[in-house]
């Protein structure tokens, strides 16, 4: 089997490769999904305690309206807090110029878009490709929360 030329010349010329993207890039992720997990855990709290407050006194539909809008608006917050996590760690890197622009590169990277005209330096390249991972896995529990929250609503119109 014969390796190609460019692959050995980059192991032979940078032997650890993306290592330093790796090593910081999962621990993000880990601590990431966990500030995640426990936002949501805090939404869904304060979400039960509107809803059961108000179901009695209110139309199931206002309810459903309310306590879904709050509940999106505060994942949707939750995501930007995480961009700009990545985003600190990115300008903290001097992998990109300013925070402003890693934010915005953050964003589209976690959301899959693309990165418009911001480009990691090609060091960190790999980094986005992480983070674009962890905006899969947070969009998963996002949804996967959002879906749980429809089915608690529409439990307690049920009552």
Do not use: C
């Not at 060091?123 to 969009?139: K, P, S």
Request: proline share 3%; aromatic share 10%.
């Amino acid at each position: 089997m014969r390796i190609n030329q460019a692959v050995l010349s980059f192991l032979v010329a940078n032997p650890f490769g993306w290592l330093a993207d790796w090593a910081g890039g999962i621990p993000l992720i880990v601590v990431i999904v966990l500030f995640h997990v426990l936002g949501l855990g805090l939404i869904r709290q304060m979400a039960l305690r509107v809803s059961g407050g108000i179901m009695e006194r209110h139309h199931p539909t206002y309810v459903f309206v309310i306590v879904m809008g709050a509940a999106t608006l505060f994942a949707t917050t939750l995501h930007g807090l995480e961009a700009m996590i990545w985003a600190a760690a990115y300008t903290a890197l001097g992998a990109l110029p300013s925070f402003k622009t890693a934010t915005l590169y953050s964003l589209n990277a976690m959301t899959s878009l693309g990165h418009d005209t911001q480009v990691l330096e090609e060091r960190w390249r790999l980094m986005g490709a992480i983070e674009a991972l962890n905006g899969v896995l947070l969009f998963g529990l996002s949804t996967a929360f959002l879906f749980g929250m429809i089915a608690r609503v529409w439990k307690l119109d049920s009552k």
